[in-house]
């Protein structure tokens, strides 16, 4: 199982930015998807994650300004982010727990991550 993360990139303080995350390989299910992110000097955080039901958790530094979904049908979650700050400068990590087979426990995978600058 892969989970591959993409949409990173510089963005000026007051854009926008959306991360895309799919998960591939062997897979029977997948319960809950989020993202968090690390920036230099600080543990990784929660951003927000979502659970196969379309139930939603976001950490108190983003509420209201990012807004997470998922493709159930693509094994894929976004991360809508809008009005972004400096501070929201960091590695964003995409995280799922899946069931590889309907006999195997849920494990948890991450992706490798993907940069997001934001400059003030």
């Known amino acids: 199982v892969q989970l591959q993360a993409c949409g990173g990139g510089l963005v000026q303080a007051g854009g926008s930015l959306r991360l895309s995350c799919a998960a591939s390989g062997s897979i029977f299910s997948i319960n809950g998807m989020g993202w968090y992110r690390q920036a230099p000097g600080n543990l990784r955080e929660l951003v927000a994650d979502?659970?196969?039901?379309?139930?939603?958790t976001y950490g108190d530094s983003v509420k209201g300004r990012f807004t997470i979904s998922r493709d159930n049908a693509k094994n894929t979650v976004y991360l809508e982010m809008k009005s972004l700050k400096p501070e929201d400068t960091a590695v964003y990590y995409c995280?799922?727990?899946?069931?590889?087979?309907?006999?195997?426990?849920?494990?948890?995978?991450w992706g490798h991550g993907t940069l997001v600058t934001v400059s003030s």
């Open positions: 995280n799922a727990a899946i069931r590889r087979s309907i006999i195997d426990r849920i494990s948890e995978y």
């Open positions: 979502i659970t196969s039901g379309g139930t939603t």
